[in-house]
């Protein structure tokens, strides 16, 4: 704390605020690849971010040498005149909500058990699919984040991250399956069933390929597709830097319907024990649990400081940032609301259409207006209500408003998806799927 109120002090002869990002981690990874332990590793990081607010414009400068401070505040001087006009003020001192993000035994969790973790879960998927090649990751993280500011402002919390990652690939002759899942949390992961039924679902599923289909057919996308197609260019009509840019197509339309009345979006740093929640942002503006999409309306735009200040709004605490970067408006922890389908009713309604898994190259066309158009890696062919097999060449694209306007159901399990996502299944009736072949 004294290194960063003395950077304060040092800033404040030469600028009119002052504020210090700081961070410290401390983390642990065991990398598999070949079915064996590749790596352990442990890393430990600490490093300061100044940002200060001299005539009217934005400096900025960081440094993980936090021997030699007055280096760190010339930088920020020296960049000043040429950052961007400040459109924004500090927080001042507040209370924030609480928020369980730290579970100490990550800190004291054994390498051993790591590793132990991560081979068993390797074993046991080959013992059913002996032909699998896997790669995977087990980390543990414990770091904590300090943000002072010149107004009075200060925020400290410590957070704690575990995940467990498993990958896959299974050659047959020409044809090459990437299959994969993970599980992250504030907590240690040790029953990796959920992993291991994922992935086994994946290769039984797609040990079969089937003919990919062309037209505007059903599609169901799992939490992990609705992870990788459809939340990107969502987001981005209601990321306030887009706003401001004036590139939103969501600009004039909140309190519109924009999508099915089906679709509830939440964005809800406050859940605890959830790696990506936080008692604050990354600027020291309180967390709250706000809705994005009520019921099918836009209802929040997400702002930092700075974009709200443009606005003439108020941050909604979704100021995000590296230590190497300024903060710029970001999702924190989504939750979508479960519908009432079950998944397996979802694929019996299916005459012809596919499943969506995963994803590449989803940021192809215009994504600034929802557009998407990506190659399928991962996903399946639906015939007569039964999965009958994994589609290759396969290319899915559209406009994320109109395929979430045509929505049959969703799913009434979530899961958790890489610590920030909480979605379920979704299933529309038409979506543009093209064969490649």
């Known amino acids: 704390m004294k290194i960063i109120e003395h950077i304060i002090e040092l800033a404040l002869k030469s600028a009119e605020q002052a504020e210090v990002f700081h961070v410290s981690n401390n983390g642990t990874i065991a990398t598999y690849e070949a079915n064996r332990l590749k790596l352990m590793e442990t890393r430990a990081t600490e490093g300061a971010a100044l940002r200060i607010i001299k005539n009217g414009r934005i400096g900025f400068a960081a440094t993980t040498n936090l021997n030699n401070p007055q280096s760190l505040v010339d930088a920020a001087v020296e960049i000043a005149p040429f950052g961007p006009e400040a459109k924004l003020a500090f927080p001042v001192k507040t209370t924030y909500p609480d928020v369980t993000t730290l579970d100490k035994s990550v800190e004291n969790y054994q390498a051993e058990k790591m590793v132990e973790t991560g081979q068993a879960l390797i074993d046991r998927l080959r013992a059913v699919h002996t032909d699998v090649n896997c790669e995977g990751r087990v980390g543990k993280s414990f770091g904590t984040q300090t943000i002072i500011n010149s107004r009075g402002g200060i925020a400290q919390h410590t957070a704690s991250s575990f995940g467990v990652y498993l990958h896959g690939t299974l050659i047959q002759g020409e044809d090459m399956l990437f299959v994969g899942d993970g599980e992250t949390s504030c907590s240690p992961i040790e029953d990796t069933d959920i992993i291991l039924k994922s992935v086994t679902g994946q290769i039984e599923n797609a040990r079969k390929v089937a003919d990919s289909p062309s037209g505007s057919l059903p599609v169901i996308f799992t939490p992990q597709g609705v992870s990788s197609i459809l939340l990107g260019p969502l987001l981005t009509g209601f990321n306030g830097r887009t706003v401001m840019q004036g590139s939103s197509p969501l600009i004039g339309r909140l309190g519109q319907q924009i999508v099915d009345k089906q679709i509830t979006i ?172």
């Open 266 to 437: 939440w964005d809800d740093p406050t859940v605890s024990l959830v790696p990506g929640s936080s008692p604050c942002d990354d600027e020291g503006v309180a967390s709250k649990r706000k809705a994005v999409i009520d019921q099918g309306i836009a209802s929040t735009f997400l702002y930092d400081l700075q974009t709200a200040g443009q606005a003439g709004e108020a941050s909604t605490g979704n100021g995000s940032r590296s230590l190497t970067s300024l903060p710029a408006p970001s999702s924190t922890v989504l939750i979508i609301n479960e519908g009432t389908e079950f998944y397996a009713d979802m694929i019996k309604d299916i005459a012809d259409g596919i499943i969506v898994e995963q994803v590449l190259g989803a940021g192809q066309g215009n994504i600034l207006a929802g557009d998407f158009n990506a190659n399928v890696l991962l996903g399946y062919r639906i015939s007569k209500g039964e999965i009958i097999g994994r589609v290759k060449d396969c290319v899915i694209s559209g406009n994320v408003y109109n395929v979430l306007n045509s929505i049959e159901a969703i799913g009434t399990e979530s899961r958790w998806i890489g610590g920030s996502l909480k979605a379920p299944a979704i299933y529309c009736h038409s979506v543009s799927v093209a064969s490649k072949e």
